[in-house]
């Protein structure tokens, strides 16, 4: 009984932490009232129309008030139609029957999900790069995130002239934010001001389009030079997050505003827990609309990995990204009192100068005996501070340490604990190491040998590590829940211990407890790897301006090189890195694209079998469905092929696809099958040569992909590359059941 109650006080005080995150997360939705997005498709070219009257009228209507103040949240009237509005439930229902309104849909919250990594991916600094300065200049990337630095030394307009004549934006930031002929636009939808307090939003556009600042580090970690994939580009900032998360309604504004603006590329590093459909999500209708008018959006796959189809990024329209490592890695040496060193992973900045101080393990630090348990954990409420001040101390799990009472972390003279996420170094607050299990195992075992047990935590310290790219564990992985035979994620980029600018205002640590105030600091996640291939696609486009979004996509994947990822099953293959790793260099000579457009992406959702009604939330207008434009959802002219089999035994499955050259004229492409993994497949490919004579000449050829035995625990696949002799277009291709 006695530790039953240990439990409970020690649980009690754990629940209540982990309730008050979730409380203030939903205090918006406790009124009868809520926001809802009332979408009404593409605007009408009529020049008398107003949409904002319109829209009025409409509320007014339903809410039979004439006055409607606090009522209309937003109005959509840039590159879309609707407006957001506080409606009641049934007013919500009388709104969808009004006319010109295409759907309503409540808002809802979303999260965000970062030196050497551009040198890793073959983009070298200075002359060894070849670079297009004028066009380079005149790109614009729109980043949706958490807002922006403007004072930090990436987002200097040194050397910059005045911004591009289409920019078509605003620097309306909020009080005491200023723009300049870097940063050209900032907006912000949270009534907070653009400015970032968190730091991701000054992180990912500096990874996509910082200027290069050199000796910048994390307190003397990772030093060297910072800077974006086009340095020489432009950045908007559009706030649309806040520390309570990020709302659809001010995504879709910001995607309105972004594509009214002006900007060449989109990059946005957010998404939900799990996959929705496309006419449920906010960003695939943003980015539907920006694909329409020539903007790439390019999008982070998701924090949820390794489990399968944890990607949330799904619609074929998007740039899907995983993360990968770069081959520089972090790690913080302990030194324990027999002179014995465990390699641990932490991004550790405080210098403890190695000296030893005692050890003490939590369970001996219970404030209680029947609290040993918990103390074990470090849990709040079970530790003695008095065993503890002075000494490092050693936890038995990571979860738990950001409940852990303040006054405790910091009365220790570091932390040592076994790491859950082995291949990612974390920041703390506090002087620590992050220990493999089998490592951590000897700690203790080192621990309870001696009387007086001791340790050094030294400062991290990094490697050149040989072993990488690897897929990170936490990237999210396919296959793709929504359009089972769109292979996703894409393509995988740097996002794993990314070293980029910060907000002085960001808790490095992402922890209310740390104090530290920098300007650079390092960060994991695919909201990391998502503006590098920002990066990379403004890069390419400064070469080809003209180029559709869908070259731009298809130019990285097919020159993207083959990785390896870790686990088993699907895990381990393309469902964690699509086409592989963005190869920036080679994507600016592709010789052959998969086009795509705005019709055949209707064709696909109605392939898709997506109701006229649903169609039209996501296009904006209303289309028919017939068997004139309809097309299987795995004929999508996309540059990856990918399957699923109802079962496993024999089959048979065609892709059709068609191909732009883009290289030379007069030249011919052979079809090569290169094995990938699982059971074995046969290919044909017919035509299996392709002669161009012209530059932008279609050619179209037909995959048929037979097998038997599939293994439902790991999918089969092939390459199909098409060589010229110079360029290799490759296309993974993917067939599974479950
Ligand atoms: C996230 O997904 C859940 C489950 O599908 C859904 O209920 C919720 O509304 C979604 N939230 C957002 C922000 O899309
Ligand atoms: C404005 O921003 C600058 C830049 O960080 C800051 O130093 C200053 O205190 C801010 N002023 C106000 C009034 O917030
Ligand atoms: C980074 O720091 C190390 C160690 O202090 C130093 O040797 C090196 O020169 C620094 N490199 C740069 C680029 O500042
Ligand atoms: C640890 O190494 C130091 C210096 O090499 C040595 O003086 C000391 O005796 C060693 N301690 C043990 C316990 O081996
Ligand atoms: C190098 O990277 C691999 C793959 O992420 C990892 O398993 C290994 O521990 C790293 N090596 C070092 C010395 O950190
Ligand atoms: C951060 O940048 C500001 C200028 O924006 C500079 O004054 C400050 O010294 C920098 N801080 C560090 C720790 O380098
Ligand atoms: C992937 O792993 C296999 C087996 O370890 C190795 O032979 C191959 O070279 C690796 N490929 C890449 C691209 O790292
Ligand atoms: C669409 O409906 C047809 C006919 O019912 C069905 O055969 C097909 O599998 C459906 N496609 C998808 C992607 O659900
Ligand atoms: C779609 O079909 C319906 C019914 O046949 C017709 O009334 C409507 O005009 C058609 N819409 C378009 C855009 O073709
Ligand atoms: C391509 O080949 C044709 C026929 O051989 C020839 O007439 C044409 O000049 C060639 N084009 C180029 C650009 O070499
Ligand atoms: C194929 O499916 C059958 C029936 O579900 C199962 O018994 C068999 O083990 C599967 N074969 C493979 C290779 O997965």
């Known amino acids: 009984m006695a530790k039953l109650g240990a439990t409970f006080s020690c649980l009690l005080s754990c629940l209540f932490l982990l309730f008050l995150g979730s409380v203030s997360a939903i205090k918006d939705d406790l009124q009868d009232k809520q926001v809802y997005i009332v979408y009404m498709g593409s605007l009408p070219s009529r020049a008398d129309y107003t949409p904002m009257s319109h829209h009025i009228n409409i509320l007014q209507e339903i809410t039979g008030e004439s006055s409607i103040e606090g009522r209309l949240v937003r109005s959509y009237k840039r590159s879309f139609n609707g407006f957001a509005a506080m409606l009641t439930e049934s007013e919500r229902e009388r709104v969808v029957e009004m006319e010109g309104v295409v759907s309503v849909f409540p808002n809802k919250m979303l999260q965000l999900q970062t030196t050497r990594s551009w040198d890793f991916m073959g983009l070298k600094e200075g002359k060894g790069t070849k670079r297009n300065p004028t066009v380079e200049s005149d790109t614009i990337i729109g980043v949706i995130d958490i807002g922006i630095w403007p004072e930090s030394e990436s987002f200097s307009d040194k050397g910059f002239g005045p911004p591009p004549k289409k920019w078509k934006g605003a620097c309306s930031g909020g009080r005491n934010f200023t723009c300049n002929n870097k940063l050209i636009g900032a907006r912000d939808y949270t009534r907070e001001g653009t400015r970032d307090t968190d730091g991701h939003g000054t992180h990912t556009a500096s990874t996509a389009a910082g200027n290069a600042v050199a000796d910048a580090s994390f307190v003397g970690i990772g030093n060297g030079t910072a800077r974006g994939g086009v340095p020489g580009s432009r950045i908007a900032a559009y706030k649309v997050c806040s520390a309570r998360g990020c709302t659809s309604e001010a995504i879709m504004s910001a995607f309105d505003d972004a594509i009214a603006d002006g900007v060449d590329l989109i990059s946005i590093s957010m998404g939900n827990k799990t996959a929705q459909m496309f006419h449920e999500d906010a960003i695939a209708i943003g980015a539907f609309h920006a694909m329409t008018k020539g903007i790439l959006t390019v999008i982070s796959a998701g924090n949820g990995g390794p489990t399968d189809s944890s990607v949330t990024a799904v619609a074929p329209w998007l740039l899907t990204v995983a993360a990968s490592t770069t081959n520089r890695g972090f790690f913080t040496k302990v030194v324990l009192g027999n002179n014995k060193t465990l390699v641990g992973k932490t991004v550790n900045a405080f210098d403890l100068k190695g000296k030893m101080y005692p050890l003490v393990y939590g369970k001996s630090a219970a404030l209680s005996a029947d609290k040993e348990e918990f103390a074990e954990l470090c849990l709040p409420g079970c530790v003695d501070i008095s065993k503890v001040k002075g000494k490092i101390l050693v936890c038995n799990s990571q979860d738990t340490l950001g409940l852990l009472e303040p006054s405790i972390k910091f009365a220790a003279i570091a932390i040592i604990y076994p790491t859950v996420i082995p291949d990612v170094a974390f920041l703390q607050p506090f002087p620590s190491s992050a220990l493999q299990e089998e490592d951590h195992q000897s700690l203790l075992s080192y621990i309870e040998s001696t009387n007086s047990p001791q340790a050094a935590v030294l400062k991290t310290e990094s490697i050149f590590n040989q072993t990488s790219p690897v897929i990170g564990s936490f990237s999210s992985r396919g296959p793709n829940n929504i359009a089972v035979d769109i292979l996703k994620p894409d393509v995988t980029a740097p996002g794993v211990e990314i070293?980029?600018?910060?907000?002085?205002?960001?808790?490095?640590?992402?922890?209310?407890?740390?104090?530290?105030?920098?300007?650079?600091?390092?960060?994991?996640?695919?909201?990391?790897?998502?503006?590098?291939?920002?990066?990379?696609?403004?890069?390419?486009?400064?070469?080809?301006?003209?180029?559709?979004?869908?070259?731009?996509?298809?130019?990285?994947?097919?020159?993207?090189?083959?990785v390896n990822a870790t686990g088993t099953g699907f895990t381990s293959t393309e469902f964690a890195y699509g086409s592989g790793h963005v190869d920036p260099v080679a994507a600016l000579n592709p010789g052959l694209v998969y086009e795509l457009n705005k019709a055949d992406h209707i064709a696909f959702l109605c392939g898709m079998n997506y109701t006229v009604t649903s169609l039209k939330l996501i296009a904006g207008e209303a289309v028919n469905c017939s068997k004139d434009n309809e097309i299987l959802p795995r004929n999508l002219n996309y540059p990856s092929m990918s399957a699923k089999l109802s079962s496993n035994s024999s089959f048979t499955v065609t892709f059709d696809r068609t191909v732009t050259n883009v290289g030379t004229p007069n030249s011919t492409y052979k079809s090569k099958i290169v094995a990938g993994h699982g059971s074995k497949l046969s290919v044909e490919v017919t035509p299996s040569v392709l002669s161009f004579e012209t530059v932008s000449e279609k050619q179209s050829f037909k995959v048929t992909v037979t097998g038997s035995e599939l293994n439902s625990k790991l999918p089969s696949s092939v390459n199909l590359i098409w060589s010229d002799g110079t360029h290799n277009v490759r296309s993974p291709i993917v067939v599974w059941t479950r």
């Open 499 to 562: 070293l980029a600018a910060y907000s002085p205002l960001g808790s490095p640590a992402s922890t209310g407890d740390d104090t530290r105030h920098v300007n650079f600091s390092v960060v994991s996640g695919t909201s990391m790897s998502c503006p590098h291939v920002a990066g990379v696609a403004a890069y390419v486009k400064t070469f080809y301006p003209k180029w559709s979004p869908s070259m731009i996509q298809s130019a990285i994947m097919t020159t993207a090189w083959p």
